[in-house]
């Protein structure tokens, strides 16, 4: 039973560059959440997707958007990058509201 | 902000010991769930243990167990008998609407 897997595992990009983040879910859930968590800190919630349409948003900019494909399979995209935006990138995928969110292994982007 | 404090940065114990890490958290909703993550030096969030707000009975899995304290909003977990590998960051986590809010983690070192 495949857990949810991101790639890429590690990322280095520099300012003013795009980024996208890939996440397969765990097998039968339906629901992909994507969280940002900087060193030292939790993570921080960007935004969560069901049914191909974000369901809700974290405080985060719109240079962070996403998307969500039929396969429930989901892309987390960031335009113009800034130092700030160095951070392991984590997403979850859950079976329906309040279910316990499982985790992938993250992607660590860099940003030079 | 409906926040999750995590007051110990950092917490010690014997292996064999029993070790509490605290977590508070603010919250006006009356259906809401808790959670405690953990996240070893591999970076994958793993859960530990599940906790709903409707139910007064403490949740425990196996040498983890919780004190929910709901009037005070109080959700601290007990682990028994330590081991060497339950070292890692854990967080704490309430769960309400579509998305999960992490404290700032607290890093749990096993003594051999």
């Known amino acids: 039973d495949a857990g949810v897997t991101q790639s890429p595992t590690h990322l280095i990009k520099t300012r003013g560059q795009q980024v996208t983040l890939r996440c397969s879910p765990k097998?039968?859930?339906?629901?992909v959440s994507w969280y940002q968590q900087a060193l030292g800190q939790g993570p921080q919630f960007i935004f969560q997707y069901y049914e191909e349409e974000e369901r809700q948003r974290g405080n985060f900019p719109d240079r962070f958007s996403g998307h969500q494909f039929p396969n429930y399979s989901s892309e987390l995209n960031v335009n113009a990058l800034l130092l700030g935006d160095s951070a392991l990138y984590l997403c979850a995928s859950s079976l329906r509201i309040g279910q316990p969110q499982h985790f992938g292994d993250g992607t660590r982007l860099s940003i030079l | 902000a409906q926040t999750v404090t995590q007051s110990q940065p950092e917490m010690s114990v014997q292996e064999a010991e029993t070790v509490t890490l605290s977590c508070t958290y603010d919250t006006s909703e009356s259906d809401y769930y808790l959670f405690w993550y953990k996240q070893p030096p591999s970076r994958q969030m793993i859960l530990v243990i599940r906790?709903?707000?409707?139910?007064?009975q403490n949740a425990t899995e196996n040498r983890f167990s919780v004190n929910f304290q709901k009037a005070a909003k109080s959700f601290s977990l007990k682990i028994s008998d330590s081991q060497l590998g339950d070292a890692a960051m854990y967080f704490c986590a309430r769960h309400s609407g579509e998305k999960l809010t992490f404290g700032t983690g607290t890093r749990l070192t096993i003594i051999p």
């Open positions: 097998s039968g859930h339906d629901t």
């Open positions: 906790q709903e707000a409707y139910k007064q």
